[in-house]
């Protein structure tokens, strides 16, 4: 049954170019918010804005075709110059954390000196971390009153939606526990085996069999590209939370170009591991040397805040190295870059 329908103006951000209509974007981490919480002992609560994006100024200068359906009659060929945001346009987000940055910035918060989206505030010896991504608000703090008196003056100042402790944000289901935080994507993991029918396939215990030496397999037979380039998309989603598969699934993305059945049996034999281990609990690190096609090293690099990791790579090094200890100093090299 329905009750009410309900429209809505949308524009096409995905028609803009970046130089020509908007300058930059970025994408903010979460992982050191996390870690950064789990070692104080703040309970991260979440919130949300109500048409967050509606209704704020832009900068740029922005036109839009009229709308099917209420083109004007008398000026057909004209466009509309937007005075305010709409939806899915790259400047929306922007001029809403314009907006909450303000507010933020007035109540006392210091913003963070790297990540801009990470806001702090000290009163009385206690402190407040408050993350923003898009209209999504993750906040904790030393104190209880302070928490609760954040969340009652962003709803007073704004139209919140306080969802209480954050459970899943960004794709990532997170569990805080006495003992500390834990990120897994069980769901996810689920979804892409049914997606990808390997729901009833036979588990594997490591994400590759050590006798896997994957090459560009010219003379094997073809598979589908645009299937197999899903699968390969699906997985690099998933390393957010499963560092085990990443090397497995950085070394068939190679092959995305011209993937063959050898390729695909790889990739098929990840999902199969996913099948025995839905949720990390103990890595296997499987120690690799030179690639037999091009001699190049593989980086392994991690970064911890603490003792909670927040990052990780599995990357083929560029240049071909002559000993085991160059190619230590080129992961070491790889590392400090993350880290700077």
Not at 33 to 40: I, T
Not at 325 to 334: K, P, V
């Amino acid at each position: 049954m329905v009750v009410r329908n309900k429209a809505r103006l949308v524009a096409q951000g995905f028609c803009q170019k970046e130089g020509i209509d908007y300058e930059e974007t970025f994408a903010p981490l979460v992982w050191i918010l996390l870690a950064f919480a789990a070692s104080k002992g703040f309970k991260l609560q979440q919130m949300d804005v109500k048409s967050a994006f509606l209704n704020r100024f832009i900068e740029e200068e922005v036109y839009v075709r009229q709308p099917p359906g209420f083109e004007s009659a008398r000026f057909l060929d004209r466009v509309y110059k937007l005075r305010k945001a709409l939806y899915d346009l790259k400047q929306a987000p922007r001029a809403w954390y314009a907006r909450l940055k303000s507010f933020l910035l007035k109540s006392g918060f210091v913003m963070g000196s790297v990540d801009k989206t990470l806001f702090l505030l000290s009163r009385g010896g206690d402190t407040l971390i408050v993350q923003i991504y898009v209209d999504d608000i993750i906040f904790g703090g030393s104190s209880h009153a302070l928490v609760s008196s954040f969340a009652e003056q962003m709803s007073r100042e704004f139209e919140m939606s306080l969802k209480g402790e954050i459970q899943f944000f960004l794709g990532l289901q997170i569990k805080q526990g006495p003992k500390g935080t834990f990120v897994h994507q069980a769901k996810y993991t689920r979804d892409i085996l049914k997606k990808f029918e390997m729901g009833d396939s036979k588990p594997m215990t490591t994400p590759m069999s050590t006798n896997t030496a994957l090459d560009a397999d010219e003379d094997g037979e073809a598979v589908d590209q645009k299937e197999f380039q899903g699968m390969i998309g699906s997985l690099l989603y998933l390393t957010a939370t499963r560092p085990d598969i990443q090397f497995a699934v950085c070394l068939c993305a190679l092959y995305q170009a011209s993937p063959r059945i050898s390729h695909r049996q790889a990739v098929k034999h990840i999902f199969r591991y996913l099948k025995f281990t839905p949720e990390l609990e103990d890595s296997q690190m499987l120690t690799m040397l030179a690639c037999r096609i091009d001699r190049k090293s593989t980086s392994g690099t991690c970064q911890l805040l603490g003792t909670s990791l927040v990052s990780w790579s599995s990357r083929k090094q560029a240049s071909v190295s002559l000993s085991t200890t160059e190619a230590e100093y080129i992961a070491a090299a790889s590392c400090c870059s993350q880290l700077l």
